[in-house]
């Protein structure tokens, strides 16, 4: 069983940063797939941004050039560094862990980012 906790969401004005984290809990086991999705009102949950194990990511054409998803000398931390917030940005914010072994997918209880104009 793993325990993600999402920290660092706020409300910020439009142009201003944020940095979200995403901390696991409860396996030995390292996660291979790290994922940002967000829920935004009027919008199906989309996916912002992925990092798998050997350092490969991918960020959602809306946020390139803006959020950046890295995990910096932790195991088991993973961090969405978000600049130039527009308030199409707001929403939910959720992390998502992905461990291949035995097929095991956990979801946070996500954390708010709301950016005014």
């Known amino acids: 069983q793993v325990q993600l906790v999402e920290s660092g969401g706020g409300a910020v004005q439009a142009g201003g940063s944020l940095r979200l984290s995403c901390a696991a809990s409860?396996?030995?086991?390292?996660?291979?797939?790290w994922g940002w999705y967000r829920q935004t009102p009027g919008k199906q949950r989309e996916l912002v941004a992925t990092?798998?194990?050997?350092?490969?990511?991918n960020h959602a054409d809306s946020v390139k050039g803006r959020f950046t998803i890295f995990r910096e000398n932790s195991e088991n931390t993973m961090y969405l560094k978000m600049n130039s917030l527009k308030p199409e940005d707001t929403g939910v914010y959720y992390c998502?862990?992905?461990?291949?072994?035995?097929?095991?997918?956990?979801w946070g209880q996500g954390t708010l980012v709301t950016v005014s104009s």
């Open positions: 990092l798998v194990s050997g350092g490969t990511t």
């Open positions: 409860g396996t030995d086991l390292s996660i291979d797939n």
């Open positions: 998502n862990a992905i461990i291949a072994a035995g097929y095991l997918e956990y």
